[in-house]
Every structure is written in C-alpha cells, then in structure tokens.
C-alpha cells in the first residue's frame, strides 16, 4: 500500500500535454509481433503495469522483447505457429485485456498453459471469452464452471472458424475470438450489437490479415503467416486523455494542448458527449499513425451542461464514465448515464464507487441498474477518498479534487496500471495564483 496523496484546488491548469501511449494498442502490438517473424520496433509503448504483464507472457513463451534507453521496444516473435510452450503458470496481473485476448491465443496452441491474475482479476467474468472460444473447439478449464481466473487451456485440436453473434459490444471478446481464429481451418465471422473499439481489426490488417466488414459483421480470413510492418508507433491514449478533456473543461482559466492522441472514431464517444455539452474543444494537426488516425487536441474552460448518454455510445467511452460523472458535476442541469451496467465488472464496481467515493466530496449521485443520474452544478468539499486501487477512479477522483476545494486518495499507486506519471504531470500544468 503506497502513501496517500494530497492535493489541492487550483485556479487554473496550462500547458502541453504528450499522451501516454495507448494502453490497448500496446497490449496488441506485442501480441502480433510476437506472431511475426522478422523484428518490429514500438515506440511510444505504454510502460504500464498492465502492458508489462503482455509483455511478461510473452516473452514466456519465447518473444523476444528488448527495450532501449527511452523506452522504444524491439520484438522478435516465433512466427504464427512458432510459440513455445511456458514453463509455469502465465499471470496477466491486473490486466483484463491481457487475459481475454491471451486466452484466445493460446486457446488456439498445440500446448498446455494456465492463466492467473491478482485478486482483483480474479473475481471478473472471464465466461463471456471463454463461451465462443468453446464452439471454435477450444478447451478451458476454470473455477466456478469456468467463469473466472485460473484458467487452464487445453492443447488444441483443429480450431474451427466460426460465426458468433456477439450478445454484447466487447472489443475485448472479439478480440479473443479474431487471434484463436488466425489459427482456424475456415474464415470466422463476428457480428456485434454495436461498435466496439476496432484497434485489433486495424493492427491485423496491418500485419496482412485480410478482414473484411460489412456492417456490423466482421470476417477474419486465417492467413499461414504475418507481414509485420518494421515500425508501430503507437497513439496516445485519448482515455488518459480524457482526463485532462474534462479538467481543462471545469475548472475556469485553462488551456491545454494535448498531443498525439488517437482519434479511432470507435473511441472518440467522450469528444462527442463533451461537445455535446459545450465543451471548447479544438481538433488539429490531424494525421495517419500506420492504421490510427491521431491529432493534437486544444481544449479549453468552458461552461457545460448536462445531457443524457445513452446505450448506443457506452462501447465508445465506456472507460470515460468515471469523469464525464466529474464533468457532470459541474454542469448545469441534469446528466444521465443509460446502458453502462458493464461498468460493475470492470476493476472495481465502477458506478457504486463513483456514487459513493464523490458523495464523500457532498456529491449528490443517483445510481441505477445500469448507470447514473447527477443534477448539477454542485458545491464539492474537500474529503478523504479511496480509489477502489482502480486507475481510473483516482484520477477521476483528483480531477474532481482539484477542480473543488482538494481531495486526498488512498491507494493512489493503481494509476501504474495506464498513466504512470499522471499526479506529476497534473503538478506541472497547474498554475496556481
């Protein structure tokens, strides 16, 4: 358990911001050039402890990852059928990302493998992947039915392609599904309710995975090897992006320019809602990052009002709800969050934890099945408040403190797992009169 931190209101936050690289591209770049054969270089790899538990399952099963001085990754991967069986049990530490992906890659292997997580993995829905995966002919143990973490997969048979209708929008499911079906005997068609982030479709496609889409069906077409491109340079993260959006938005006397952000239209749902709530917010220097589209991002102070987020765009900001409710909370009139019911099983209950860790700030949040209700503008105070030891929560916390009168955070160390430096960025933008 690291220290609490401290932080007090400011009267205004300027400057530039360089993004961290985006957390699922990371994830996915070591992935698929661990399934090429020639080397690939990464650079503005996310080093996160999520990204790192990617990189550690990998190289266990004979990846080679070396990283240079500022930080830049060479891959050397085994080939499309090339990995090597691991010596002991593969831990995705607090990743989901890492285990529902990994699972159908290995799923898909001629050997045996187990996966674990800490506690906090431990105790999310892993069935959801694991359902699919089964009618591709893919063997997975786990407890409780085989729910949750651990999970032992089976040596597979010939995995058969497969067409699944998706009963909900889970990029992290899909993704599962696309990397166990490169190792199908036929092509696997996925049909979603509604879009999730595509940032694996965009880097198979990358690697010469042909993927076809036709409206909310996609069709992976297995390949016997990847083209891996010599270079990924990976966008900014517009999740950890997000949080700078909102507070340059609420709290008066800010500018923030912030670079290199990707601008994936399947995750750009949180500039959509903040414009939609009068958010100042400008988009330039727009440009390709091989299959990504980025650009910088000028936000502003501005006055904000509430609206309603409906089901339709949860897969586009689901990641963003915990500070578009600090948003919220400085708007006038009411916002409502529909269709978010996902969030319970994320790192932590997120809706319960938004509603009960701001409400310790003398925030007024009505939580519903599937979201929240907040009538704004309110009065926040400073308070003691804890993090759930999930990232998102404690910085949407410090937003929330630093825009009002402060606020101290237990368990702020969890920020590692996606923004790492954030509380010292978030020092050095502060102007303080």
Same mark, same amino acid.
């Given at each position: ?6 932080? *007090? /209101?400011?009267?205004? $936050? #300027?400057?530039?911001? /360089? ?16 399934? =090429? ?39 050397? /991967?085994? /080939? ?43 105790? %999310? ?5 694991? @359902? ?10 786990? %407890? ?14 010939? #995995? ?10 889970? @990029? ?6 696309? $990397? ?6 036929? *092509? ?42 010599? +270079? ?12 700078? $959006?909102?507070?340059?938005? !609420? ?37 390709? *990052? ?7 991002? !000028? ?18 900001? !689901? ?5 578009? =409710?600090? =948003? =919220? ?28 860790? +701001? ?27 804890? *993090? ?46």
């Amino acid at each position: 358990m690291g220290e609490n931190i401290k932080l *007090s /209101g400011t009267t205004g $936050l #300027v400057g530039t911001v /360089g993004i961290p690289g985006d957390k699922s591209i990371s994830h996915r770049s070591v992935m698929l050039a661990g399934l =090429a054969d020639t080397k690939v270089k990464v650079t503005n790899f996310l080093h996160s402890a999520d990204c790192g538990a990617t990189i550690a399952c990998m190289r266990a099963m004979g990846v080679v990852v070396e990283k240079d001085e500022i930080g830049d990754l060479a891959i050397i /991967g085994r /080939g499309l059928f090339g990995l090597s069986e691991p010596q002991d049990v593969l831990d995705a530490g607090n990743s989901g990302t890492t285990m529902r992906l990994l699972t159908g890659l290995l799923g898909a292997q001629q050997f045996f493998s187990v996966m674990t997580g800490d506690s906090s993995l431990r105790k %999310r829905p892993m069935g959801r992947a694991i @359902a699919p995966l089964t009618k591709m002919g893919i063997q997975i143990t786990g %407890r409780q039915q085989s729910r949750y973490a651990p999970l032992a997969i089976s040596p597979a048979g010939q #995995v058969e392609g497969i067409e699944y209708e998706m009963p909900v929008a889970s @990029a992290q499911v899909k993704s599962a599904i696309l $990397l166990a079906a490169l190792y199908a005997g036929n *092509s696997s068609t996925i049909i979603e309710p509604m879009p999730s982030r595509d940032h694996t479709e965009r880097m198979l496609e990358t690697f010469g995975v042909p993927i076809v889409k036709n409206g909310r069906a996609i069709t992976l077409h297995p390949v016997q090897a990847l083209t891996a491109p010599e +270079l990924i340079n990976v966008p900014g993260d517009i999740s950890s992006a997000a949080f700078w $959006l909102v507070a340059a938005s !609420i709290i008066p006397n800010s500018q923030l320019t912030l670079t290199n952000v990707g601008v994936n239209p399947t995750r750009t749902g949180i500039l959509d809602v903040l414009k939609q709530m009068g958010a100042d917010i400008t988009i330039t220097n727009e440009r390709w *990052s091989g299959r990504e589209p980025v650009a910088d991002i !000028i936000v502003r102070s501005a006055k904000l009002k509430g609206v309603t987020i409906e089901a339709d765009i949860i897969p586009r900001l !689901i990641d963003e709800i915990p500070v578009l =409710a600090v =948003a =919220a909370l400085f708007a006038d009139g009411r916002t409502v969050v529909q269709g978010a019911e996902e969030l319970r099983v994320k790192e932590t209950d997120r809706l319960k934890a938004v509603a009960v860790e +701001l409400g310790k700030m003398g925030a007024k949040i009505t939580e519903n099945d599937d979201g929240l209700s907040i009538e704004g503008p309110q009065q926040l105070e400073a308070a003691v408040c804890h *993090s759930h030891d999930d990232h998102r929560m404690a910085m949407a916390l410090a937003i929330a403190g630093v825009a009002a009168h402060g606020v101290e955070i237990q368990e702020p160390d969890c920020v590692q797992v996606s923004y790492p430096d954030f509380f010292t960025v978030l020092s050095a933008l502060r102007r303080d009169e």
